[in-house]
């Protein structure tokens, strides 16, 4: 198979838009994991301690969060549908793209300065519609619209006829 084939393929398995992560930040992963028959959703909070690919379709980030005393790591690909959000809650001055160095790290030194984000915009991930869609979409919805402005009139005068049948009566 040529590179061009299995580039395609990967594009097509992306998901149009995701947050943009970075190492540093402490982000909500919510994951599908299934049991049994059923499918339930489980929330992993954490620091991302390292993105790997950004631009690919294999994009994959690292998080660490410390679970009763002990470190848990859990990688996540960001394209994967069993992800089914990624929220980040706090975003940190970081120099780096691998924070490994925090696995040796506990307590107050294991901490990362904080720095000011507008958690609303990053966390919006709704996908704009194509302009084409855009313009055939209003189209649509003004046609009803003057079918009925064309309905309305008709009824008008049987209203009035009505009222003119029980005025004679």
Known sequence: MSFSILQKIGE???????VDV??????KVTQKIKEGEKFRLQVFEGV??????KDSHTARITVRKIASGVGVEKSFLIHSPLVE???????SKVRRNNLSYLRARSGKSA?????????????DVTVEEEPEAKEEAPKAEEAPVEEVKEEAPAE??????????????
């Open 22 to 27: 970075r190492s540093g930040d402490t982000v």
């Open 156 to 169: 008008e005068p049987k209203a009035e006829e009505k009222k003119e049948e029980k005025a004679e009566a």
């Open 48 to 53: 991302v301690i390292r993105t790997d690919r």
């Open 111 to 123: 901490r990362l300065s904080a720095k000011d984000f507008d958690r609303a915009a990053v966390n």
């Open 12 to 18: 097509e398995q992306k998901k149009k838009k995701v």
């Open 85 to 91: 959000k990624i929220e980040i809650v706090k975003r």
